[in-house]
């Protein structure tokens, strides 16, 4: 039988500090693999690095930083005109071992209803190579009410694969058909919200997010839940705040009407200033001034995720 066209996609941005044991891995994945790099303006010598070392990387410079979703749908659309049959989205400051790619295809072989198949992910181990990624452990435990995932491991019992609600993009699997369906990531966000985005058009048009518990990988990823750089906690919180919303007014799963959403803000932000909290009320003022300009296109996003085919994608 012949073996499926992969294509792993990676954008980098800075990324010397991973690059040896990231695209070393690739080349001792036990399925074959064509590697895409996209590189969003590194400043740190990625460039020279990964062509040098790794020349049998398809290597695409852009000219300016896409940020994460722009330059994945850039790579998307080289591997989707390579005639790629799996798309595999990995982060910059990952790895993979021998086996890991081997055994998702052996989850996606053995699910009974392929088309179900929106997005695969291999067990997120953090740097350590010995603990799973701190962020994927939680995304396990929210949903372990309704797939007893945990039960099994501790009984020894755990099945070859397991329904999740939501994994991060740093290691996706993603089958032609998913490309074909719902598309490419939403090019509203910058960086960020991405895959919380995608998951909800996943969740849209009825596909499901599968675990492979046999496949591991490695996400050397900072290791908490507010990063060192985010010195000012407040405005760290604010800034999530701000991304929730965004993401809620983009979920094409729940209704939205812009008028509606714009009076909410205006009268949020007079409630909290007539309640004493100024700065409350000053992050709802600057809410509206965010989207002032954002409204028509947010629902221009909206209708065109909901067709799905190719969305946000260029195959021209």
Not at 4 to 25: D, G, H, L, Q, R
Not at 41 to 62: A, K, L
Not at 251 to 273: C, G, H, P, V, W
Request: hydrophobic share 35%; aromatic share 14%.
């Amino acid at each position: 039988m012949k073996s499926p066209k992969i294509s792993i996609i990676i954008v980098t941005y800075n990324a010397m500090k991973w690059a040896e044991k990231c695209f070393s891995s690739l080349r001792k994945s036990s399925m074959p693999v064509d590697v895409i790099v996209v590189d969003n303006g590194s400043t740190d010598g990625t460039q020279n690095y990964i062509q040098t070392h790794f020349p049998e990387v398809e290597f695409v410079q852009s000219p300016e930083n896409l940020g994460f979703g722009k330059a994945n749908n850039l790579g998307i659309e080289i591997a989707y005109k390579n005639g790629a049959d799996f798309f595999y989205l990995m982060n910059q400051d990952a790895w993979i071992f021998e086996d890991s790619i081997q055994k998702m295809l052996e989850v996606y072989n053995e699910y009974p209803n392929k088309d179900e198949i929106g997005i695969l992910s291999p067990m997120h181990l953090d740097g350590s190579e010995k603990n799973l990624d701190m962020h994927f452990e939680r995304y396990l435990a929210r949903y372990t009410e309704h797939n007893r995932l945990l039960s099994d491991f501790i009984n020894k019992t755990e099945k070859n694969y397991y329904e999740i609600d939501f994994v991060n993009a740093a290691h996706w699997l993603l089958p032609r058909k998913t490309i074909d369906e719902i598309g490419g990531f939403n090019p509203y966000f910058f960086y960020g919200a991405e895959d919380y985005d995608y998951i909800n058009r996943i969740k849209f048009f009825n596909k499901k997010i599968l675990i492979s518990t046999k496949s591991k990988v490695v996400h050397d990823a900072f290791q908490g839940f507010l990063k060192p750089n985010h010195t000012d906690k407040e405005k760290a919180r604010l800034e999530s705040m701000r991304m929730q919303r965004e993401t809620r007014y983009l979920n094409i799963n729940t209704d939205f009407n812009y008028k509606s959403e714009k009076k909410s803000l205006f009268y949020d932000a007079i409630k909290l200033r007539l309640k004493g909290r100024k700065k409350e009320a000053d992050f709802y003022s600057e809410l509206q001034k965010h989207f002032k300009d954002k409204w028509t296109f947010i629902e221009e996003l909206r209708a065109k995720a909901k067709l799905g085919n190719h969305a946000f994608l260029n195959f021209d």
